[in-house]
Structure formats: structure tokens, C-alpha cells
């Protein structure tokens, strides 16, 4: 359950793969391949590993965005574009109840074939879909509302300069929401997780996907992943203020929220 978002670092710096450490480049390539991959089989593997709880996540973080009429919204590493739907929506509800303009919301992710896979699936009015870097947006300084990764920042090859990267384009006032997998909170919890995860959730990549090695892979990343507290450090030191985490399911995943004040 993860959308790709990846970037074409300088070589000779290490980034983590799932539990191995390799140069930037080269993750670069590898997790494009995972995505490659797996995007056909995207949306059910998500239902699968998670029993759909990953969409009350997802309906969640766009509560917690809070969509507007007439803003632009990026979601990077948007995939097949379940977050960009749900905005899409939300947008033009609140448009028909107080007026203003039509929303823009813009999908991006690294990978093509995920695009396509969210093309095929189809859209809403107000989205827009590229392919691009979430290291090196394709965007002019402060020109958007709202910037959103959900289940993707993990697979960057540099999480500071994605960090980064989303405070250069928002706005003054300008809000950023991460979804993403976390640590849950219980030691209970955790092992229960964690035995789910690494057992099950390969043997279902292999039966449904035929890939166990990229859900192996996903696994691996979301363990390798900081918790709540380092992310939400690093979330402040690109400069976002009034950081807040909210756990979901325990802290199995968690939202993560700024401000570009």
C-alpha cells in the first residue's frame, strides 16, 4: 500500500531499500521497477493487505486537509488517485454550499504506469494527472494550497529534500499532510502487525500480484520508516510549523500535518 515517489539523487549517496542500504541511483531504479510491477494490481492488493481499512485512512487525511473551492492542491506520489478523488469531491461540495471557484487538483507520481493505471480507473473534473519528481517538483515557488503524500514519502530517496521540495511550492498559510505507515503505539499491536506483515502480506503479493518480492520490499520499507516523533522533527526542520500527528489504527499508520507559515 504505497504509491511511488522517487528521485533522481546524486550518486554515491545512500538511501535504505527496504532493509538494505543502497546508492541513491540505484533506489531510484529499483523502486520504479516495484511500482512497474505492481500498479496493475494496485487498488486490490491495498484492499487486501489492509480489509479496505487503508480507505477510512484515506477518507481521514482528506477530513484533515480540508479541501477548499478555488485552491490547487498537489498530491504527490498520488498513484491511482484515491486521495485526489476524495478532494476532488470535497472541493466541489463545499464549492455548491458557499461558491467560489473550481478546485485544481494535480496528481503526480514518479511512475508512469501507476498514472495510467489512475487514468484508466478515471477522474473528477477538477484533477489534472503528470508524471514528475517528488524531488525536484515541476512547480514555481508558492503556488499551491495544499500539498499531500499519502503512503509514498517513504520511497524517496531523500526524504529532507521531498520535505523540502513541499515547502518551496506551498503558499504562505500553505498546509502539508503525510499519510503514512507508522509505529504502532502498543507493543501488542506491534507484534500482531508485524507477523500480519511480514507473513502474510508477501504470500498475497505472490498469489494475487506475482510479485513477492515487491510486497517484501513494501514490508521492509515501512519498517525502515521514522516513527511518529523523528518524522514530525524532520517535518520542522524544513521549516513547517504547528507540526501535529494524528495515529490511526494504533499507529499502524499516521497523519502528519503543517503549516508554511
Given amino acids: 500500500m504505497t504509491d ?4 533522481d539523487a546524486s ?16 533506489k531510484v531504479r529499483l523502486v520504479r521497477g516495484v511500482f512497474d510491477s505492481v500498479a496493475s494490481s494496485y487498488d486490490l492488493m491495498n484492499d487486501l493487505m489492509s480489509g479496505g481499512v487503508h480507505r477510512l485512512w484515506k477518507d481521514a487525511a482528506a ?9 490547487t492542491i498537489l498530491d504527490v506520489a498520488g498513484g491511482t488517485g484515491d486521495m485526489a478523488r476524495r478532494y476532488a469531491k470535497m472541493a466541489r461540495a463545499a464549492q455548491r454550499r458557499r461558491g467560489g471557484e473550481d478546485a485544481s487538483v494535480i496528481v503526480l507520481d514518479y511512475n508512469a504506469e501507476m498514472i495510467m493505471a489512475g487514468v484508466a480507473k478515471g477522474g473528477e473534473p477538477e484533477m489534472q494527472w503528470t508524471v514528475g519528481d517528488a524531488m525536484a517538483l515541476p512547480l514555481p515557488d508558492a503556488s499551491v ?11 524517496v530517496a531523500d526524504i529532507a529534500q521531498a520535505l523540502a521540495e513541499a515547502r518551496r511550492v506551498l503558499k504562505p ?29 508477501p504470500h498475497i503479493g505472490g498469489w494475487v500480484a506475482g510479485d513477492r518480492d515487491s ?3 513494501l514490508v521492509e520499507s515501512i519498517r525502515r520508516f521514522p516513527d511518529q516523533q523523528t518524522f514530525k ?8 510549523s504547528r507540526v501535529t500527528v494524528t495515529n490511526l489504527s494504533g499507529g ?8 508554511a507559515i
Avoid at 494550497?145 to 520511497?155: E, L, P, Q, V
Wanted: charged share 20%; with cysteine; hydrophobic share 40%.
Fill in 4 to 7: 511511488a515517489a522517487s528521485s
Fill in 11 to 26: 550518486s554515491g549517496k545512500t538511501s535504505s531499500f527496504g532493509f538494505r542500504d543502497v546508492d541513491a541511483k540505484e
Fill in 63 to 71: 477530513a484533515k486537509l480540508n479541501p477548499r473551492p478555488g485552491e
Fill in 145 to 155: 494550497d495544499a500539498y499531500s503524500i499519502s503512503f509514498g514519502i517513504r520511497n
Fill in 173 to 201: 498559510g500553505g498546509r502539508f499532510l503525510c499519510l503514512e505507515f507508522s509505529r504502532p503505539t502498543a507493543s501488542a499491536i506491534r507484534k500482531a502487525y508485524d507477523a500480519w506483515s511480514f507473513h502474510a502480506i
Fill in 215 to 217: 510486497y517484501q520490499y
Fill in 233 to 240: 522533527a524532520m517535518i520542522e526542520a524544513a521549516g513547517f
Fill in 252 to 259: 499502524v499508520a499516521a497523519i502528519h500535518h503543517g503549516w
